[in-house]
């Protein structure tokens, strides 16, 4: 849409009171060459910086396009021909700045999709025409689309009859909103204007100051100066809101408010009860008040994750909003964690923000690594430490590919950004903040982590500004060894020896390579800096040692012991970053099978986790997770019967000859269906979380690996009922019995779960029953409803969950992947932008050379064209590769195991 030249004077875009120049009307100039131009690649030149904007717009929920105003005032330290700023399909109108010879207007050359030049336009007479040297304002008007179908920049989506426009700038999409200096070092105050439809609600970081009503129909609202904020944490949502009330909380009595779609306020009970005790346990461990002045939590229909924004946290719907009714402790416990950190995020990434995306673990392993600190305090029961352990089983799963990044990966272009967003930089980089808070204690840690946040509040700081302010807290440097884990790709394995020699103390001989599994062309000579500790027990004793292994081998002498060990735990209390092996009689399962009720639950969660690690990497047998999964059936955790299920799920799928499946799902319901028999299929009065949380587990597994047919039935039984009545199956299995009822579903249960799905109103409803038609496993079936992905008959943003659905079964995968290469011009139309990247993961699950060539043939120029693609790429056929390796060497140890069993 062209915007006129009213509509824009309108917004109210004068100079700011600091402006050092007056503005004057454009010179009529003559035609001057430009100077030659090329874009800067990824970062912007030196030679200017803001210091400041004023930023208006004019939003429209519900139409095609925005338009606005922006007014930088610019720092400039060197005279420039040309002024670079980041701009992405936005059309600019007009752009002014100040030269040598006073304002004048600019010309917009779009250098590419990220850069715009502004070219000062003097007359040709002058010998020059340079932007002057000093604080000078560059104004800029322009429009762009208002996105249905994106969720990142400023994009719109429907919930009801009603449209609502919000943004998601991180980490480069603020610059598809307005042209600016969108790189996180710049650091600046924002002052925000909006103009939207008078009877909405409009919504930004600060809170509003005031609000014209207009003739037209719109109103114009004002909103406080922020805080110093990089481009990419400004937010603002405009739209036909609802506003929760949750109190005021912490230090300084902040108003929380939880923002929803209309209609929705009953379904942000759990997050308006929860918010505010979270903030104030994070204030107490930070030992400062959150640093804003509101905390709105904003609701997005969308099936997105979340967002820190200061003052305006966002979350899909899906993480904030349950209807009280059908809420689940899962749920919950979710909503938590990802409230906790983005509320982290307030600190670590908004009041401190990384000067470059190189150190994005400064905000996202350090909100990643906060959670568990302040959940365990505020819900005991939670067991946060296990699932800490989890995490770190998960990076280190990621670690071990030979495509993995570095925690401090080099930038050197966007997809190195879009990279960063990956379970190294969470996962790993929480995990490695852990160990090291053990090495030095979780007291000094805390002092550090102060002092590092005081010193740099408000201002940018890298990874060297943490590091030293840990440094000095633990009176001595941790930086060498921490950078070991930073800088370089990978993990360790640590194999471990006991020697009991006659005379003196027993001692370990330790040994480090790289992690590597089954298959990987990496090179495991490499050795990091790495604190050890292990545990033991010796005639009843239980003792500790610790060592920092500095080089590829090394002794830790077990000082304290008073006779050879009867056990030895390699990662104590699993802080350590590093997988472990031991060698001879005394080997994991066989530490798993003596020493378990010594150990605590983490530590046998670490265990196991170790053993899975050791199977992929072919130094240990798979039947051995399948006898480890019988001995932790039997166990009382509910975390250790999770993991039972997982193990004995581990020759599930097409690993066996078809055969030899019979005998597998027997061996399921062996070990598991007594237990699902005693819980039922709905809680009983007075029965605790955990087995409310293990309870689908079960019914998944045994409906699913166990092929129960009495399980298989209840499901199908149920899912009917509520297709009838939403009321007739509890919240917490609604969802695994109708994945189950999908995954049998005739062609008559397909067609009710189908139409109920198109005239399901409720987002959260039409979910799960999309989800249901996900799992069917007919192949007929499937190739139905796959068209149903390119039609107009769901969101292409709830749709595509019935294409990941078909490419995560090997029955129907090839179905899948054909529909993808048949539709590949069709899906690429309707998917957000660089939504192609991820495509190649349809075939992750791909274990035969003959798929694996097909997939690499048809996605290499494919998904490697779209932001991130060459990374996802790689994984994804290096996942492939390491499936065939593992399988030809692990396969023939399933199919003993199972032919032995009669």
């Known amino acids: 849409m062209r915007v006129l030249l009213p509509a824009l004077l309108a917004l109210g875009c004068a100079a700011p009171a600091t402006s050092l120049k007056p503005q004057a009307p454009p010179v009529a100039t003559a035609p001057r060459p430009l100077p030659p131009l090329r874009?800067?690649?990824?970062?912007?030149?030196?030679?200017?910086?803001?210091?400041?904007?004023?930023?208006?717009?004019?939003?429209?929920?519900?139409?095609?396009?925005?338009?606005?105003?922006?007014?930088?005032?610019?720092?400039?330290?060197?005279?420039?021909?040309?002024?670079?700023?980041?701009?992405?399909?936005?059309?600019?109108?007009?752009s002014t700045l100040v030269t040598e010879h006073g304002p004048r207007p600019a010309e917009v050359v779009v250098a590419d999709e990220h850069f715009i030049a502004l070219v000062p336009r003097c007359e040709a007479a002058l010998p020059s025409c340079r932007v002057a040297v000093g604080l000078q304002d560059v104004t800029l008007a322009f429009s762009g689309a208002l996105s249905r179908k994106d969720t990142d920049g400023l994009f719109q989506a429907k919930e009801g009859d009603a449209w609502y426009a919000y943004t998601s700038f991180e980490p480069i999409d603020a610059r598809r909103a307005f042209p600016h200096f969108d790189e996180p070092g710049f650091k600046v105050p924002w002052e925000l204007v909006l103009t939207v439809p008078a009877d909405q609600l409009a919504l930004a970081n600060t809170p509003q100051v005031s609000e014209e009503r207009r003739a037209d129909g719109l109103k114009t609202v004002r909103f406080a100066k922020s805080l110093p904020l990089p481009s990419y944490l400004v937010a603002f949502a405009v739209?036909?809101?609802?506003?929760?009330?949750?109190?005021?909380?912490?230090?300084?009595?902040?108003?929380?408010?939880?923002?929803?779609?209309?209609?929705?306020?009953?379904?942000?009970?759990?997050?308006?009860?929860?918010?505010?005790?979270?903030?104030?346990?994070?204030?107490?461990?930070?030992?400062?008040?959150?640093p804003y002045e509101k905390l709105d939590q904003l609701a997005i229909p969308a099936n997105i994750g979340a967002m820190e924004n200061p003052g305006l946290v966002t979350y899909g719907h899906q993480t904030i909003l349950s209807k009280p009714e059908l809420d689940t402790p899962g749920r919950q416990r979710g909503f938590a964690g990802t409230c906790t950190h983005e509320l982290a995020h307030q600190w670590f990434g908004d009041l401190v923000t990384m000067a470059w995306w190189d150190d994005l673990w400064l905000n996202e392993a350090f909100a990643t690594w906060m959670t568990p600190r302040i959940l365990e305090q505020w819900q005991p029961t939670w067991a946060m430490d296990v699932g800490q352990v989890n995490r770190r089983h998960g990076a280190l799963g990621s670690d071990a590919l030979v495509n993995a990044r570095q925690v401090r990966?080099?930038?050197?272009?966007?997809?190195?950004?879009?990279?960063?967003?990956?379970?190294?930089?969470?996962?790993?980089?929480?995990s490695v903040i852990a160990m090291f808070e053990a090495s030095v204690g979780r007291a000094v840690f805390q002092q550090g982590v102060r002092a590092y946040l005081s010193k740099h509040a408000w201002k940018n700081a890298t990874a060297d500004d943490f590091l030293a302010a840990v440094s000095v807290a633990a009176g001595r440097d941790v930086g060498p060894a921490f950078r070991t884990f930073l800088d370089q790709p990978g993990a360790p394995v640590v194999a471990m020896r006991l020697d009991c020699p006659q005379q003196g103390a027993p001692s370990l001989f330790l040994s480090q390579k790289r992690a590597l599994p089954l298959g990987s062309t990496g090179d495991p000579a490499k050795a990091w800096r790495l604190p050890i500790c292990v545990r033991y027990s010796a005639k009843g004793g239980v003792g500790r040692a610790c060592t920092m292994l500095e080089a590829p081998t090394g002794v830790l002498e077990l000082a304290d012991a008073k006779a050879c060990p009867d056990w030895v735990l390699p990662n104590d209390r699993y802080d350590g970053y590093y997988r472990a092996s031991l060698s001879g009689p005394r080997s994991l399962a066989e530490l798993y099978r003596k020493a378990g009720a010594a150990l605590s639950v983490p530590e046998r969660v670490g265990l196991l986790g170790d053993v899975s690690a050791l199977v992929r990497s072919g130094d240990v047998e798979l039947s051995t997770m399948f006898e480890l999964a019988t001995l932790a059936s039997r166990e009382a955790d509910r975390h250790l019967v999770s993991y039972a299920l997982g193990f004995a799920s581990a020759a599930g799928g097409d690993l066996l000859p078809e055969e030899l499946r019979p005998r597998h799902a027997a061996f399921v319901r062996g070990l598991f269906s007594k237990r699902l028999d005693a819980l039922g299929f709905a809680p009983k009065p007075g029965e605790d979380e955990d087995a409310r949380l293990l309870r689908p587990q079960l019914i998944g597994t045994l409906g699913r690996n166990g092929e129960d047919p009495k399980v298989i039935t209840r499901a199908r039984a149920l899912a009917e009922a509520w297709l009838s009545d939403r009321r007739a199956v509890h919240p917490d299995v609604l969802d695994v019995v109708l994945g189950l009822a999908g995954?049998?579903?005739?062609?008559?249960?397909?067609?009710?779960?189908?139409?109920?799905?198109?005239?399901?109103?409720?987002?959260?409803?039409r979910g799960r029953l999309l989800g249901a038609l996900a799992e069917v496993s007919d192949r007929a079936l499937v190739e139905q409803q796959l068209p149903l992905v390119i039609s107009d008959t769901f969101e292409m943003r709830e749709a595509m969950r019935l294409l990941w659905g078909a490419a995560g079964d090997f029955r129907t995968r090839p179905l899948a992947l054909a529909f993808v290469e048949a539709h590949w011009d069709a899906l690429i139309t309707r998917l957000p932008k660089d939504g192609g990247a991820g495509l190649v993961w349809l075939a992750g699950g791909v274990c035969d050379a003959g798929a694996r060539d097909a997939a690499r043939a048809f996605f290499d120029g494919r998904s490697t064209k779209y932001l991130g693609g060459p990374r996802s790429f790689a994984q994804a056929m290096e996942g492939i590769e390491l499936c065939l390796a593992y399988r030809a060497r692990q396969r023939p140890s399933a199919v003993a195991f199972f032919e032995a069993r009669r």
């Open 743 to 765: 995954d049998h579903a005739d062609a008559a249960l397909q067609g009710r779960l189908l139409s109920a799905a198109k005239g399901e109103q409720d987002r959260a409803d």
């Open 409 to 430: 990966q080099p930038i050197t272009s966007n997809d190195d950004i879009a990279n960063a967003f990956d379970g190294i930089t969470y996962g790993k980089g929480a």
């Open 239 to 290: 739209g036909p809101f609802e506003l929760v009330d949750a109190g005021r909380h912490g230090q300084k009595k902040t108003p929380v408010r939880i923002v929803v779609p209309r209609g929705k306020t009953a379904e942000a009970k759990w997050a308006a009860e929860s918010t505010g005790p979270i903030l104030e346990r994070l204030e107490a461990w930070f030992g400062s008040p959150y």
């Open 39 to 94: 874009s800067p690649g990824v970062r912007l030149p030196t030679g200017a910086a803001p210091r400041h904007y004023r930023l208006a717009l004019t939003i429209v929920p519900g139409q095609d396009t925005f338009s606005g105003t922006i007014t930088a005032q610019v720092d400039v330290t060197q005279p420039l021909e040309v002024l670079w700023l980041n701009a992405t399909a936005l059309k600019v109108t007009s």
